[in-house]
C-alpha cells in the first residue's frame, strides 16, 4: 500500500510504499479523520501522530466519509455532495464509492500529520515550502498578521512577481469594508426608509379618501331615502 503523507505546517508531501501489511495493522478498521499513531511504520516516524484523510482502493474508487463499511457502494449523488461533479445543472447520477473504513484493499492512503516525532522526517519537515499564495478574504489577513480593526488591510496583502520581471500581481480583498461601501449601504437604507415613508402617506390619502367617499355615499343614501319619504306623505 502507498501511503501519501501530508505536513501542512511546512506545506510539505511525501509517498511512500509499504509491501509488509503488519505494519498497516494499527490503521486497519480505523475511519476516516482518526488519529492513529505511526510508530509502527519504521524508526522514522515515532512518536508522530496521523489521521486518515482517505484514499483509493485498487480499481481507484475513492473513499467516502460517513458510509460505515470497507467495501464499495453504490449511491446516488447530487450536487454538493463529495465525490461527485455535477455536470449539468438538476443532474444525479449513481456512481460506485468505497466506505470510509479502512481495509487492506486500499492501494492509497492519504495522511495527515498531526503531531510530529522527535527525529525529523526528510522531504517532510526538515524544509518548508510557503504558500504561492496568500490569504484573500480580509479578517484571514487580519489573522495572520494579527491587525487590529484599525490598520489597514490593503498595506498588508501577499504579493507575487510574474515571471522574470519586477512586475507583482495582488488578489483582491474580498469582505473590505471601505468608505465606498458604508456610502452605498447609507445610500439604500436611506431609499428603503423613503419608500417606506411614500407609502405611509399613500395609504394615509387613500385611507383619508375611502372615508371621505363612504361619507359621500352615506349622504346620498339618507337623502334619497329622505326624498322617497317626502313622496309618499
Known amino acids: 500500500m502507498k501511503l501519501n503523507i501530508a505536513n501542512p505546517t511546512t506545506g510539505m508531501q511525501k509517498l511512500i510504499e509499504i509491501d509488509d501489511d503488519k505494519k498497516l495493522l494499527p490503521f486497519f478498521d480505523k475511519r476516516m479523520a482518526s488519529e492513529v499513531p505511526g510508530d509502527s511504520l519504521g524508526d522514522e516516524f515515532k512518536g508522530c501522530i496521523f489521521r486518515i484523510a482517505g484514499g483509493n482502493d485498487k480499481q481507484g474508487f475513492p473513499m467516502k466519509q460517513g458510509i460505515l463499511c470497507n467495501h464499495r457502494v453504490r449511491l446516488l449523488f447530487k450536487k454538493g ?22 481495509g487492506p484493499d486500499l492501494a492509497v492512503m492519504s495522511l495527515v500529520l498531526v503531531k510530529k516525532g522527535a527525529e ?11 504558500r504561492r499564495l496568500g490569504p484573500k478574504r480580509a479578517s484571514n489577513i487580519r ?6 480593526k484599525k490598520d489597514d488591510v490593503r498595506q498588508f496583502v501577499v504579493r ?24 452605498r449601504k447609507r445610500y439604500f437604507k436611506a431609499l428603503t426608509r423613503k419608500r417606506m415613508e411614500a407609502g405611509k402617506e399613500m ?24 326624498k322617497k319619504k317626502k313622496e309618499k306623505k
Open 81 to 102: 455532495m463529495s465525490c461527485y461533479r455535477e455536470r449539468r445543472s438538476g443532474c444525479r447520477k449513481r456512481k460506485s464509492v468505497r466506505g470510509c473504513v479502512v
Open 120 to 130: 525529523e522526517i526528510p522531504g517532510l519537515t526538515d524544509d518548508n515550502k510557503p
Open 143 to 148: 489573522k495572520l498578521f494579527g491587525l487590529e
Open 160 to 183: 507575487r512577481q510574474i515571471g522574470d520581471k519586477k512586475k507583482t500581481k495582488a488578489p483582491k480583498i474580498q469582505r473590505l469594508i471601505t468608505p465606498q461601501l458604508l456610502q
Open 203 to 226: 395609504k394615509a390619502e387613500y385611507q383619508k379618501r375611502v372615508a371621505e367617499y363612504r361619507q359621500q355615499q352615506k349622504e346620498a343614501r339618507a337623502a334619497e331615502v329622505a
